[in-house]
């Protein structure tokens, strides 16, 4: 029998995305973002966060997703993982849920152009909702995207 | 007993003991007939014990136990120190140190040091040198003599000579509290007591039994006193768990009897004892009247301003407290935050143009200006807690390599922020073993270039501006120009035709490089290869530099600069496109306005005149693919010119916005070493400004 988490629910493009809501700080709206030069085209900048500089990242750009104009709905999700502080910027994020991990099956090998690595599992919700959960330190593991982008020199 | 709240307490102070036992071991070791020193020794090694022994750390009291016998014999002047026994005491420092490094790492601190005691033993004996097997039951007979309460020659000399000049001499009966649960820790207030206030001449039992609570619940000590018999009186009984302290004055005829008495009976202490209560109670009827009266009765209100009266003047302008470096760090960063908002304000004041405001914002300016040194002064560390442990390094080194070398430290005192204390360090270390192995040559060298046989190697520290420089110059060899060449030319560090056009400056770096060592053979101390280009990314990563001088035959010098704090800087704020990024007013060498007509191309590199020489200019759009803003193109450009080392650039920004004290932030683990940025700041408006790393970008 498995354990009851909650997960913050947020959604890039049609897809829904789940994380655990331990590892998430905060959730804020889009605030001013400083661009930081010469890193990876996914990583938009860093933000003020009450005085703590937070870098953020686009979450569509790590999977490789097309990234879109954001909209007053785009939020920046503040996650802490392994002591590290980024924000994701997602299209919405607007639900809480609980979830039986029991629920999560381990992911195929696609989901949406995402690497199966990046995800913990997938869970069906209801009758035909999907809920994708992220593996967060994979997502925000630089060693592989440093190897990647030695290969395509 | 729950210890664990001293722990931190006994850590913090026996580190600090072991310091000064090894800079006074250094001083007695250049003058070893200075009595005095040794005694000061003795206070250190015997407080470490006391300490030790009340924490429970067995081992820690016992090796400072045999220390102190040789001491003891040394002060009293029955001992002379000689080679042996200093490296002895050094080694017994060394095995200390390793100990109180295992206890702060949660270890029980033990360790064995069953040889270090043999030879202390032996050193006591005599017979070192002779035999090095050590004879347990000899030793412990031999202090069994030393525990009688049995004033010698030397006491006797000592307290007649205290009589003489005036000072007051009394005998103290210490009667402990039946229920006191660490009468050991009570003694030992009490003798800490005396000792801020006097000297204590003999005790019965001896101190160390007393430390290890090796006895009933009384003692007795004689006692040189700085302050008269009431303070005493009142400074004894303030310590709590104490039930009864009887002082006697003793006067030079109850001396004398002291000492007839106890030639007669000198083998029973307790008669001993007896005789000396009875002559000195005859010879000095004013016995403590209240003694009886109020025994363990509460502080009078009187004795704290007596006892710190007289503390002062012994430990003058140590009034300290010890603070937890994260309630520092806390308050620098709620400090911080208070800096941005008052940036904040004065941009509201100004814009908002009302009279009230703008004297209330310049006041608060003011204030947290004066804040903002005082928070920064608080994190200041004298560089001397990096220092002291340098000659003891050096004496060690210099013997191992059979080199003679002076250590001349200045600047001691100078002061930099805790973090770049922290980090500084090995650094230093590396930079001295460098300068001794490989730097000064040995004595057969030396005398054959017609220098002196000892080696001068001098540690400098000096303000200057917003930095500090460490400097470490040595009189040797060195650098061998042709050497260095040669070897980064067969590492592949620089290409044979570069090497010929290098000044020696560019040629000194090389040895910076990556894998660039030039020691012939790899020795213990260095010259593996790695070290030098660590050195210099450590320094580079604090925001320093380092440079290096030298002449051929006379010595090189290294000398290091780092910033003041790496919290808060003053910085300039300049935009670039629609961005605003800081630059350190440190690195910068002014600011002026270049038109675009001038700037040349020089073999696909921008350059323009400045003063007498040309210097590279580039745009810091360029540098960080900045959005071009969308002004018209203009044909001059603001321009800032910026110093790392010798050497000189120009950045081209759009517009400067001003000068304005910025506090540091970090990017954050994610983004860690991003191109050209050092830092992130928060303006006055919370928009985040990157600062710019101008070190990274001239190359």
Redesign the interface.
């Known amino acids: 029998m498995g354990e009851d988490i909650k997960v913050i629910v947020f959604a890039l493009g049609t897809e829904e995305y789940g994380v655990e809501v331990d590892s998430v700080k905060t959730i804020e709206r889009l605030t001013?973002i400083?661009?930081?030069?010469?890193?990876y085209h996914f990583?938009k900048?860093?933000?003020?966060l009450r005085?703590?500089?937070?870098?953020v990242?686009d979450l569509r750009g790590r999977f490789g997703l097309p990234e879109t104009a954001h909209t007053e709905h785009t939020r920046i999700i503040i996650v802490n993982v392994n002591?590290?502080?980024?924000g994701f910027i997602v299209d919405t994020a607007n639900d809480v849920i609980d979830l039986n991990t029991d629920l999560i099956e381990s992911p195929p090998e696609v989901v949406g152009g995402i690497k199966a690595k990046y995800l913990r599992g997938v869970a069906k919700i209801g009758n035909d909702r999907l809920l994708i959960m992220l593996n967060l330190p994979e997502v925000?593991n630089?060693q592989e995207i440093i190897q990647l982008e030695d290969m395509g020199e | 007993m729950e210890m664990n709240q001293y722990l931190s307490m006994f850590i913090d102070e026996s580190t600090d003991h072991l310091q000064s036992l090894n800079d006074n071991m250094m001083q007695l070791e250049n003058n070893p007939d200075d009595i005095s020193i040794v005694q000061v020794i003795f206070r250190s090694a015997h407080t470490l014990k006391g300490m030790s022994a009340t924490m429970g750390f067995s081992d820690l009291a016992s090796l400072t136990h045999q220390m102190e016998n040789v001491l003891d014999l040394v002060r009293n002047n029955e001992l002379k120190m000689n080679e042996f026994i200093f490296d002895t005491l050094f080694k017994s420092l060394d095995a200390l140190e390793t100990m109180v490094q295992d206890i702060t790492q949660g270890g029980e601190g033990k360790a064995d040091v069953s040889h270090i005691v043999a030879a202390l033993q032996s050193i006591v004996r005599g017979d070192y040198g002779q035999a090095g097997a050590s004879n347990e039951a000899q030793i412990s007979g031999a202090q069994n003599t030393t525990t009688e309460f049995r004033l010698d020659e030397y006491q006797y000399a000592v307290l007649e000579q205290s009589i003489n000049t005036g000072l007051p001499v009394f005998y103290l009966d210490v009667v402990i509290r039946e229920d006191c649960v660490l009468k050991g820790v009570r003694a030992y207030m009490v003798f800490n007591a005396l000792e801020e206030n006097g000297e204590v001449v003999k005790s019965n039992p001896s101190v160390q039994d007393i430390e290890q609570e090796k006895f009933d619940r009384s003692f007795s000590v004689y006692y040189i006193s700085k302050i008269d018999q009431e303070s005493l009186y009142q400074l004894i009984s303030s310590i709590s768990e104490i039930e009864r302290v009887h002082i006697l004055p003793v006067d030079e005829e109850s001396l004398i009897q002291i000492s007839q008495e106890d030639e007669q009976v000198n083998e029973a202490t307790s008669q001993i004892l007896q005789a000396v209560r009875e002559t000195a109670a005859t010879a000095a009827p004013v016995v403590q009247a209240a003694k009886e009266a109020a025994p363990d009765r509460p502080a009078a209100p009187s004795k704290p301003a007596a006892s710190t009266g007289s503390s002062t003047s012994s430990h003058a302008g140590s009034r300290t407290i010890r603070v937890d470096i994260d309630r520092l760090d806390v308050l620098m960063?709620l400090f911080?935050?208070l800096l941005?908002d008052r940036v904040r304000l004065e941009q509201l004041a100004s814009d908002l143009k009302s009279q009230d405001l703008t004297e209330t914002v310049e006041h608060m300016a003011r204030v947290s200006g004066d804040l903002q040194n005082i928070v920064l002064k608080l994190r200041m560390v004298p560089i001397d807690t990096v220092f002291n442990r340098f000659p003891r390094m050096i004496r060690d080194l210099a013997k191992s390599l059979d080199k003679k070398v002076d250590l001349v430290i200045t600047g001691a005192d100078t002061e930099l922020d805790r973090t770049v204390i922290e980090e500084i360090g090995d650094p230093l270390v590396h930079l001295l073993r460098n300068a001794v192995d490989h730097g000064i040559e040995s004595i057969a060298e030396r005398l054959e270039a017609g220098k002196s046989d000892t080696g001068t190697l001098e540690l400098r520290a000096f303000h200057s501006g917003n930095s500090v420089f460490i400097e470490i110059q040595d009189d040797g060899k060195g650098i061998n120009r042709e050497k260095v060449l040669k070897t980064a030319i067969k590492n592949g560090v620089v290409r044979a035709d570069e090497a010929n056009a290098m000044t020696d400056e560019q040629v000194y770096q090389l040895l910076f490089a990556p894998g660039f060592s030039t020691a012939d053979k790899v020795s213990d101390i260095s010259g593996r290869g790695v070290g030098l280009d660590v050195v210099k990314s450590k320094i580079l990563s604090l925001g320093g530099n380092v440079t290096v001088d030298s002449n051929w035959g006379s010595g090189s010098k290294f000398s290091v600069q780092l910033p003041l704090t790496l919290s808060i800087i003053a910085a300039m704020l300049v935009r670039v496109g629609e961005?605003k990024y800081a630059l350190p007013l440190s690195s910068i060498v002014e600011t002026m306005i270049v038109e675009h007509k001038n700037i040349r191309h020089v073999h696909g590199s921008t350059m323009i005149d400045y003063r007498e020489s040309v210097i590279p200019i580039v745009s810091l759009a360029d540098?960080?693919?900045?959005p071009k803003s969308s002004e018209v193109e203009k044909d001059t450009s603001d321009v800032i010119v910026i110093r790392k080392g010798e050497r000189l650039a120009a950045f081209m920004v759009d517009d400067f916005i001003g000068q304005s004290e910025i506090v540091i932030?970090?990017?954050?683990?994610?983004?860690k070493n991003?191109?050209?940025?050092s830092g992130?700041t928060?303006l006055g408006d919370?928009?985040?400004?990157?600062i710019i790393d101008p070190n990274a970008l001239v190359k």
Request: glycine content about 10%; hydrophobic content about 45%.
């Open positions: 001013p400083t661009r930081v030069p010469k890193t990583v900048g860093v933000i003020n005085g703590v500089v937070v870098p990242i002591d590290m502080e980024v925000l630089k | 960063n911080s935050e941005i961005e540098v960080f693919d900045c932030k970090t990017l954050g683990k994610y983004l991003i191109y050209g940025i992130a928060i919370g928009q985040v400004a990157l």
